[in-house]
């Protein structure tokens, strides 16, 4: 049996090396412009498919065009491909914890549920790194949160034994897939740069120095919209 | 009469946003691993026709492959196309002293002439910033550098008038394109995003909030061997 990985997944980030826009907020999840790094994603079969309209209605997805959702014939080509290798032998998910809402500081209450609606598109154990304690959350659709407030190792640890063999994807943001990559715990980073000029908000790669981490580029596909990147650790 | 431009053309960058990697020195003119960022412009017809095999004597190219050197038919296509372009319409350049040479401080004496032997490849002329004063040099083929220790904007002005109607080639370094960003003077910026992993170095973008000095990518690209992006002052 191959060992089971951590990789990061279809991670939009702009051509000067931002993965979120500034002034991130209820109504703009990946910052002012954010959006557009992930264009190339919801014009994917696999996105529409993932989505019926509904999902609009959840405050993660309000900036995509109402058109991309509930499509049974969406997109197909390198940017597809891409996006169902991201769902491909996954079996639980790590995500920062302003991923996974935008509330700081202690749970006020347990009101939050998450960007995505009812019904989130997870499907497995999704575990959510805090420092604030909060029970699990069992979502329809298979999705149960869970809290971790003991730091990252103990989150790939738990993750990796709910999921039953297969990989473990990291979401995100930001600043958790680079403690993870200091970490060296990131065996996979797919990168997917696109058309858009950010000028400030949370670099990927400020003062990482990947190389000396042992990460190198191993694939690169340019396809219309974006350009993917994957990196591995030799 | 069209207005003349400020250019910078043909300008590599890494996947992770640097221009030149991290110890630059008189045998790594871009810094470790630097020289990965124009591999698709050494094999472009135009670089081949450029120079001949003694070019390869020269400091600055003694790294790039002997077979890519005085090719009548080397790579036509994208990469050729944007390559071509950087010389088109252009009646003078500015460059940084770094990009001159590797000497700092005052020109304890004048033997050296740049990185690229007695027949540079401009041919016109090349204006170099510089704290240290130094006499104008002709070389062969029309060269002459001029060496300018009043400033961006003098040499701007300069590089103007000698240019005689066409526009001013902006060659680099880092620090020098950035200077002329941040006081808004360049009109046209188009970048080779190369899949290259540099980890340090000098950062173009870096805290420099392209966007808000006005600049917006207007032209992507891809090709084979890099991601041409164009951008501009809207």
New interface residues.
């Given amino acids: 049996m191959a060992a089971q990985k951590l990789r990061v997944l279809s991670f939009g980030i702009s ?3 931002y993965s979120a826009g500034p002034n991130q907020s209820l109504n703009h999840p990946l910052g002012v ?1 954010g959006t557009g790094l992930m264009e190339w994603f919801f014009s994917t079969r696999t996105f529409q498919r993932m989505h019926n309209p509904e999902s609009r209605e959840t405050v993660g997805l309000a900036n995509v065009p109402e058109h991309l959702f509930g499509q049974e014939n969406g997109g197909a080509g390198i940017d597809n491909d891409f996006a169902a290798r991201g769902f491909e032998n996954v079996g639980a998910w790590i995500i920062g914890r302003n991923m996974f809402g935008p509330v700081r500081g202690p749970w006020a209450d347990e009101e939050w549920k998450g960007w995505w609606g009812g019904n989130p598109p997870y499907h497995c154990d999704v575990f959510v790194l805090t420092h604030h304690t909060r029970a699990p959350l069992t979502m329809e659709g298979g999705t149960t949160f869970h809290f971790v407030t003991d730091g990252i190792e103990a989150a790939w640890r738990r993750a990796k034994a709910a999921a039953n063999g297969k990989d473990v994807r990291l979401g995100g943001g930001v600043a958790t897939v680079r403690a993870y990559l200091q970490a060296g715990l990131v065996d996979e980073l797919h ?1 997917a ?1 696109s ?6 908000g949370e ?1 990927l ?2 003062g ?5 981490l042992g ?3 191993v694939e ?1 596909v ?2 219309a919209k974006t ?1 993917h ?1 994957v ?1 591995a650790r030799s």
Same sequence: chains 1, 2.
Wanted: cysteine-free; proline content about 10%.
């Fill in positions: 051509v000067d090396g412009g990168l740069q058309p858009v000029l950010l000028g400030s670099s790669f400020s990482l120095g990947l190389p000396s990460y190198r580029l690169r340019p396809s350009t990147l990196l």
